[in-house]
């Protein structure tokens, strides 16, 4: 059962970095200012911040966990809890994977239909998507990592972009600084979770790193470069706001990138939802590549006959969500459900690894 991953599948380290990002920075960048501020109002950026330390705390949880197995989650479920147990386990967290991708997926076709084809059926989306994503995830995890570098290099230009309405910009909204309750600050580090969901997609995909051991500092990297963008673009968002008018903007984001205007383009969010695009493939590749690879390694069936099931279900599934209030409701269950695997999952596996290390040690003296 051991996931030995021949060479010439493995991505390098520095990969990494990009796989991280890439997962990170997705669709809840379009509106989480919104939910955050609902709590943490202009100290919102405090909370991005203290999510950022968190989620790196997380990170180097998993790492411990991995470096320790040498293998993917699958197999350290099986070692540490046994045959059912563990298996039961890792079906949770295979499912929760295939959920995060259907999440993304329906979220950004609702983005397209509110703002660009608003008469476009859910259904062709969903199947020029199922089509796509077959196509990406047969190629191996080699391709899914090539979309992430793509993902993270060609949407930069919108970053800079989103510095634009700075030119309105109140920065004594900020003050006075951390005027909210602590328990205020982090019912806004909770909300901030989903934002950051992705990075855990590392328990299935790291036996494809070469010479995993060595490449924290990679996906540190990542998830850095993840917090510096959110922080920066929670600073821009509430600088141009005010309180009320971010608790009735649905899309924060979207809406920064409806006031810029060029010569040459009037309606640059058009733009702007199109390279989108770009930034949430990878999130969802990646979803769908770790769940497929988790019912292989799961039931040792085939991986391109799973991604077919894998997809037929998406074809099915996507389309019954087919209003704001489902997609809301989706929304704040992957996220509760993301919320509980990094904050409860990961240090429970973390704890319970080295318990069994101790007894293994002890054993062994």
């Known amino acids: 059962m051991h996931s030995k991953v021949k060479e010439q599948f493995q991505v390098s380290p520095p990969m990494l970095f990009f796989l991280i990002h890439a997962m990170q920075i997705g669709v809840g960048m379009l509106g989480f200012q919104r939910i955050v501020a609902k709590y943490s ?71 397209i239909q509110v703002w660009v084809f608003e008469d476009m059926p859910t ?40 510095l634009m309405p700075l030119q309105y910009a109140d920065f004594l909204n900020f ?41 924290q500092k990679w996906a540190q990297l990542g998830h850095w470069a993840s917090v510096f963008v959110y922080t920066l673009l929670m600073i821009v968002t509430l600088s141009f706001f ?16 409806k006031i810029i205007e060029f010569p040459f383009i009037e309606r640059f969010e058009y733009l702007g939802i199109s390279l989108w695009l770009i930034i949430i493939i990878p999130n969802i590749a990646t979803a769908f590549w ?14 391109r006959y799973v991604i077919i099931v894998l997809m037929i279900v998406m074809a099915f599934t996507v389309p019954l969500l087919d209003n704001r209030q489902a997609v809301n409701t989706l929304n704040n269950v992957i996220s509760q459900i993301g919320f509980w695997v990094i904050a ?22």
């Open 242 to 257: 005010s309180e009320g008018q971010l608790k009735m903007t649905i899309w924060p984001t979207l809406t920064l990138l």
């Open 175 to 215: 003050l006075p600084v951390w005027k909210h309750s602590l328990k205020n600050i982090f019912l806004g580090v909770r909300e901030t979770t989903l934002t950051y969901l992705g990075f855990e997609l590392l328990l299935l995909f790291y036996p494809f790193i070469k010479d995993g051991q060595r490449s």
């Open 41 to 111: 109002g202009y100290d919102s950026w405090i909370a991005v911040l203290i999510a950022g330390i968190i989620i790196s705390m997380l990170i180097s949880m998993v790492y411990f966990v991995l470096k320790t197995n040498h293998n993917d989650i699958i197999e350290i479920h099986r070692n540490l809890f046994g045959k059912w147990a563990g298996g039961v386990l890792s079906l949770i967290i295979i499912l929760y994977f295939y959920a995060l991708g259907i999440l993304v997926l329906r979220t950004y076709i609702e983005v």
């Open 290 to 303: 770790g769940a497929s690879r988790g019912v292989k390694r799961l039931f040792s069936i085939k991986q």
């Open 123 to 162: 259904w062709v989306l969903t199947l020029l998507a199922g089509c796509f994503f077959y196509y990406v995830i047969q190629g191996g995890f080699r391709t899914v990592a090539g979309l992430c570098v793509a993902g993270v290099f060609i949407p930069s230009i919108l970053f800079f972009v989103l």
């Open 344 to 365: 409860a999952y990961i240090p429970f596996i973390c704890i319970v690894q080295y318990i069994a290390q101790k007894m293994g040690r002890k054993r062994s003296s």
